[in-house]
């Protein structure tokens, strides 16, 4: 959610940590501060809006230090002010505090620090936390004991009352030259550099420093300077600490030449998928295989159910996977908003399989879903992008996307990521039960061949710009499909919706005449997803119910269909293709029609308003 980074080394802090906070704006662009220690004290500058806003006030300050942190926020407590944003600094002006999360029995804190004298400028959890360590710190027996553990013992001291969330950096005045940091929650990655180290909520502010990572757990502290670093858990056990290697580097994290990174992201996906898939075909040509399930073939075979639990764009992949697994594997298959699962306790069958997808592997919400189901004694396999994250770690097994960082806060190339190993997974599983050596060669030769049909699909752009500077002044837009189409209609409406601020809705095609026509008229264009096969004159009775209420249509349809003359005012063709991959390439005309609607109508489509690429909050 929000972005964090923190810098103790050789050089100087503020420049390095503007460029981390940059990096990460992506997770949170409320506000953003920078603390860095300079002259016995805290210098603190903060701004509402984006980093640029907060760069000249940095600027200004002149700032040589070589220790410090920086933040960019996503509000949860509190509005959107200089005074809420981050970091925050304690009363007695002993600490400064950024913070990812929410402290949910912050009043109480307050309350207690409040008769104690402690006082507050904002309306932040935060500020309480911030305050809550500068009272163990000068709690602390100081005479004989080291700056260091007096530092770590306040941090652990205040998380072991602290209920909630958090990725936390401390800096404590009487303490140059070191960080604290802590997680329950919220993510946070330490970078080992060369008399360098650094922490941040994402490798991308690290990953241009270094690419020693050591991915923090929840319960974990780590101690900081710049020649070394040390774990603790809050309980003060050592923990030893695992160096992993980052394997992309910063250009993939650059705009290269594209005006938006969710521009470059759907121009990446023929070479996203191409990673996604390989090495994960049998040799023989008729199944998929996966290295990290850590599930026998036996033990897959004896499931009789398998449950996803996704939210967002991921779901609507597992939508499509749902569709899939049933098809190929004939085993039945749910799908449920993982924070509504979590809560719900429906009664499961003991049989049953789970998967969670999730690009980030740290929403809070499947985080949630998946440790229910644990705690339930069910398997959990997850579905994700990033490399080391907390669901990735908490799985029992896994399947990485491999399609490098997405940045753009709209999920584009991790969807169409999603949607093939979800026909990956309907295939291995059907050759595991009923489906046949020469369907499985079929459906594997058709996955292999989706990244050129992709980059056909693609072909398209400038046709869709066109299309989108006719239809960007509408204030509704419905996307409808049938069968697998169906969910790529849901993530097309959510796609517009989230980028352009439309409002837009996916339905089924044929529910549509159960209300949704009501919207109808010449101000509400519908999207349609057609492909030959048998749902054609099924969708095409759906067209003619939307025309005949004088609603506009934009088509996107297979180059086999043959649409009644006049029925669509707008047709994006696409290529014939096999039902596994047919959803990955229907997906391609949606996403650009979203971004070139969103750039027409000059909105900030890397960081559209009110959102934030991971969330990590309930
Ligand atoms: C929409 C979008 C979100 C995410 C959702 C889950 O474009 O990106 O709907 O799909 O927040 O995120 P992950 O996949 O990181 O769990």
Redesign the pocket.
């Known amino acids: 959610m929000c972005g964090i980074v923190g810098y103790v080394g050789k050089n100087k802090a503020a420049p390095l940590i503007l460029e981390g906070l940059k990096r990460l704006e992506y997770r949170g662009y409320d506000s953003a501060g920078v603390a860095v220690w300079q002259d016995g004290g805290f210098t603190v500058a903060k701004k509402i809006g984006r980093v640029a806003n907060l760069e000249p006030e940095v600027a200004k300050l002149r700032l040589s230090s070589s220790y410090g942190m920086g933040h960019t926020r996503w509000a949860t407590h509190g509005g959107v002010t200089d005074a809420n944003a981050h970091p925050h600094v304690s009363s007695d002006g002993k600490i400064a505090l950024i913070h990812n999360g929410v402290i949910e029995n912050y009043a109480s804190i307050k309350k207690f620090l409040a008769a104690k004298g402690y006082t507050f400028k904002s309306e932040t959890d935060t500020e309480v936390l911030c305050n809550a360590i500068a009272y163990h710190y000068a709690k602390e027996p100081a005479p004989g004991d080291p700056t260091e553990s007096r530092f770590v013992t306040a941090v652990r001291k205040t998380l072991r009352h602290a209920e909630g969330t958090y990725g936390i950096v401390v800096m404590a005045v009487d303490a140059p030259g070191e960080l604290v940091t802590a997680r329950k929650g919220s993510p946070l990655i330490l970078g080992i550099g060369d008399g360098e180290s650094l922490v941040a909520s994402d490798v991308a502010a690290i990953v241009s420093r270094t690419q020693n990572v050591v991915y923090l757990k929840d319960g974990e502290v780590a101690h900081l300077t710049p020649k070394n670093f040390t774990i603790t858990t809050l309980a003060a056990a050592d923990v030893s600490p695992v160096i992993d290697k980052v394997t992309w580097s910063i250009s993939d994290a650059e705009l290269n030449g594209y005006a938006h990174f969710m521009e470059k992201e759907i121009f990446e996906q023929p070479q996203a998928l191409e990673n996604t898939m390989r090495g994960r075909f049998s040799e023989d040509g008729s199944t998929a295989q996966f290295g990290g399930l850590n599930i026998s073939a036996n033990e897959f075979r004896s499931y009789e159910r398998f449950q996803f639990l996704?939210?967002?764009?991921?779901?609507h992949a597992c939508m499509v996977t749902e569709h899939l697994i049933e098809r190929f594997a004939r085993v039945p298959v749910e799908c449920d908003y993982a924070s509504e699962f979590r809560y719900r306790n429906t009664p499961l069958d003991p049989n049953t399989l789970f998967f969670t997808?999730?690009?980030?592997?740290?929403?809070i919400d499947?985080l949630a879903a998946m440790r229910e189901a644990k705690r339930k004694g069910y398997k959990v396999l997850a579905v994700n992008?990033?490399v080391g994250s907390t669901?990735a770690r908490e799985a029992d097994g896994g399947i990485y996307q491999h399609v490098g960082p997405e940045v753009g806060?709209?999920?584009?190339k991790?969807?169409t990521s999603q949607l093939l190993i979800g026909a990956m997974l309907a295939l291995y599983i059907g050759r595991m039960r009923d489906l046949s050596f020469s369907d499985g060669t079929e459906i594997v030769q058709a996955l292999k061949g989706a990244p050129d049909l992709v980059r056909t699909a693609l072909k398209q752009a400038d046709h869709i710009r066109g299309i989108a500077r006719r239809y960007a002044h509408h204030r509704d837009m419905l996307f409808l499909g049938r069968m697998t189409l169906f969910p790529v209609a849901l993530e097309g409406a959510?796609?517009l919706k989230?980028i352009s601020y439309i409002h837009a809705e996916g339905y089924p095609a044929a529910e549509m005449k159960h209300g949704p026509i009501a919207l109808i008229s010449e101000h509400c264009p519908s999207v349609f997803f057609v492909s030959s096969g048998e749902m054609f004159n099924k969708v095409v009775s759906s067209m003619q119910e939307i025309k005949a209420r004088k609603g506009q249509i934009i088509a996107v349809c297979t180059d086999g269909c043959k649409l009644p003359e006049g029925l669509a005012d707008e047709v994006i063709p696409i290529p014939e293709c096999h039902e596994a991959v047919l959803p990955i390439v229907a997906t391609i005309p949606v996403q650009l029609l979203s971004y070139y609607i969103a750039v027409e109508l000059g909105r900030d489509v890397d960081k559209p308003r009110n959102?934030a690429?991971?969330?990590t909050v309930e």
């Open positions: 996704a939210c967002g764009t991921a779901l997808m999730s690009q980030s592997g740290e929403t499947t992008n990033v669901i806060v709209a999920s584009t991790a969807f959510l796609k989230e959102l690429k991971s969330v």
